[in-house]
């Protein structure tokens, strides 16, 4: 049996091992894939068809639209957002309501061990490259080359990521 506190609100499709945790109030949707060894904070939101690597860490209130693809090793910091829409918007020019067939999800991929800083954003389509780091409260809206620090908004690199 997994380790899912009674509040959080798991999808049955879901796939998640026995290893990771999934604390209070999460909220993880149809066919999401977490790996093993993982922890799943407070409020977090992790859309369908998501994909979370081996050993990752997403803190509370962390943001995962689909199609996000989470490789191992990446910790996602508090109230982290990554969108998946690149012109969002409520309703159409005509006036009426945007519904799924009127875009096309697009989504943030991040690299093995890369970590992204608290309170940041990853605007769609986006990659963030294996051990690169996103300084908290940066907005990403260009890729991110491996072993990349980057912070600000919009993030710019200030070079190597130490660790």
């Known amino acids: 049996m997994t380790n899912i506190h009674p509040t959080a609100e798991v999808h049955p499709s879901a796939i998640i091992p ?6 209070n109030y999460a909220q993880i949707r149809e066919n999401v894939t977490i ?4 922890i799943i904070g407070r409020n977090v939101y992790i859309g369908p068809g998501v994909v979370v690597g081996n ?9 995962i639209y689909e199609p996000a ?7 996602i910091g508090p109230a982290v957002v990554l969108t998946n829409d690149k012109h969002p918007r409520a309703i159409n020019r005509d006036g009426s309501i945007k519904s799924a067939s009127d875009w096309d999800p697009v989504g943030v991929t991040i690299r093995r061990g ?4 608290a ?39 200030i070079g190597e990521s130490k660790y």
């Open 69 to 75: 693809v989470i490789e191992d090793g990446v910790f």
């Open 119 to 157: 309170n940041s954003v990853c605007v769609a389509p986006v990659e963030l490259g294996e051990w690169s780091a996103v300084g908290a409260n940066s907005v990403v809206s260009k890729n991110i080359p491996a072993n990349e620090m980057v912070v600000g908004n919009p993030a710019k690199s």
């Open 18 to 23: 026995d290893s990771s945790k999934v604390w």
């Open 55 to 63: 050993n990752c860490k997403i803190q509370n209130n962390a943001l």
């Open 35 to 38: 790996g093993a060894n993982c």
């Open 114 to 117: 890369a970590s992204v800083g």
